[in-house]
Nanobody, 125 residues
Framework: QGQLVESGGGLVQAGGSLRLSCAAS????????MGWFRQAPGKEREFVAA????????YYADSVKGRFTISRDNAKNTVYLQMNSLKSEDTAVYYC??????????????????WGQGTQVTVSS
């Protein structure tokens, strides 16, 4: 059974940066596509970014393009989300997720098979 563990969340001022990490273990995720989602209080879970394990192609929500960067380290089985120029509206619990290659880049949470426990990101204005 696979496991995803996020880390790196915290409190930051608007305009600041954070880097989230997602460590995959327990199974081989080398062929899976990975994604980051977030969920703010009272809102639905929304897509943030995704990356293919195989060719490194990346996908971003319009709201984070130019500010967030998703990357991966295959040797460490880890995916990162570098978040710059953070805004108060970026405040949410951020989740890492894995999906089959056919759904690479998907914006739909229901198409992801594995989820982490989430890490809180709070941006103060």
């Amino acid at each position: 059974q696979g496991q995803l563990v996020e880390s790196g969340g915290g409190l930051v001022q608007a305009g600041g940066s954070l880097r989230l990490s997602c460590a995959a273990s327990g199974r081989t995720f080398s062929s899976y596509a990975m994604g980051w989602f977030r969920q703010a209080p009272g809102k639905e879970r929304e897509f943030v970014a995704a990356i293919s394990w195989t060719n490194g192609r990346t996908y971003y929500a319009d709201s984070v393009k130019g500010r967030f960067t998703i990357s991966r380290d295959n040797a460490k089985n880890t995916v990162y989300l570098q978040m710059n120029s953070l805004k108060s509206e970026d405040t949410a619990v951020y989740y890492c997720a894995a999906t089959q290659p056919i759904y690479s880049g998907s914006h739909y949470p229901r198409q992801y098979n594995y989820w982490g426990q989430g890490t809180q990101v709070t941006v103060s204005s």
